[in-house]
């Protein structure tokens, strides 16, 4: 596909009052080398473990149209065009900035203590099958991440849909100013990142930074959270004009009235704002159905078709590492794997548990938990591990792997006959769960990014076309 123009090299010096020392067209802004499409304008930023201008030369060989540096590099291709900033941080905010000012795009600001990334790919799906929409990659929410993404807002886009985190207080006021959302979104409150906050309610403190960038608009908000009325209360004091709950609470303005939950999804009756909607939800689980509602909500918000964007929701898939499943074939057979690998809290690992307990074996198959350590619970972590044991006894999980310090006291408190093994890391634990698999089983793997739960996602997908024990 040959993507549109996106910044000339004069708009892009403007932008960041840089020094511009040759012309260049981009059709993408980028700060990976290793990503990289040709095309984009690669900023060389500067972290606490890298240095992008060390990956010039290589941005360069994958085709990127331009840079913005701090200082000089050699060993570049003659007439590599640049342009020269004091800050290449900062540049790349005044890039996020200029491309705010001259879009003509509603904006949505996603944030919540769990379902922001999944939230985020829902709205945007469901938008952008109704007009331009440009979205955060991936879950590229924070300092980088976020003027990174709004600098690929191009100026003919309809609506621009943005995720924001964070795991201290402070980090999303910031964002939320440069995002400037005309709608935002807060999926829940839940104690996660306890090891950085004194209580739930700080936290609820934090995400309501999303509003500090807002000049009036609409707050979408989930009705069921026991934060809400606090939530609502600060968003319109500093100024937000409409707040829209959703969740099955009967005050909900897009609320759940029914739903029904099976292995492939979950069909939902549902009202927002008085229309009434039925749709399929092709991804399992009641937290992916509640979300759906907050979807329709903005969509609301927006001025959009509700009706059209509930019905997108029947063709999605899972994301990756988020829900998104595989079938590996066997030579006898095959199993599939349930992706969650790339987070984990007690909330959501919950959630990933109820839709593994409804899913269908094949002949002979067992229902598998892989499960990562959470990170980030402060100093109630370990119990907070422990707890979960309750949740796969009542759901009759039939075998649960585990990596990492804190689930290795789950899996001393589990019953013998459901502990498959416990390893320090997931890279040790990977082989031993491949070599366990046999036709017909389900995995899930879930756990918090920094323990690589994804490792042993990639390891069982390699795993095709072997024989199977039985």
Known sequence: MIRPPLWTSDEAAEA??????????????????RTLEPGDLFVALSGPQFDGHDFLAQAFARGAAGAIVSRPVSGLPEGSPLILVADTLAGLNDLARTARRRTRAAVVAITGSVGKTGTKELLARALGAQAKTVASAGNLNNQWGAPLSLARLSAD????????????????????RLVQPDVAIITTIAAVHMAHFPSAFAIAEAKAEIFEGMAGGTAV?????????FLACLGCCRGVERIIGFGAHPEAKARLEHATFDADGSTVSAVVSGEKLAYRLSIPGRQWAINSLAVLGAVKALGGDVAAAAASFAALEGFEGRGRRHRVDLTDGSFEVIDESYNASPISMRAALEILAIARPGSGGRRIAVLGDMLE??????????????????????????AGHDMAELDRTLPRDMRGAHCDTSDELAPIVVDAIRSGDIVAVKGSHGVRMDRVVEALLRAGHREARH
């Not at 960041?16 to 080398?33: E, K, N, P, Q």
């Open 16 to 33: 960041t009052s840089g020094r511009l020392t040759g012309r260049f067209l981009a059709t993408g802004v980028s700060i990976d080398s």
């Open 157 to 176: 886009a309809r609506y621009g849909v943005f995720e924001l985190g964070m795991n201290h207080a402070g980090e999303i006021a910031p964002l939320s």
């Open 221 to 229: 908000l989930n009705r069921d959270n026991p934060y809400f009325p």
């Open 377 to 402: 619970l402060g100093p109630n972590s370990s119990s907070m591990h422990v707890a979960l044991a309750e949740t796969i006894r009542r759901l009759a999980i039939d075998v649960v792997y585990t």
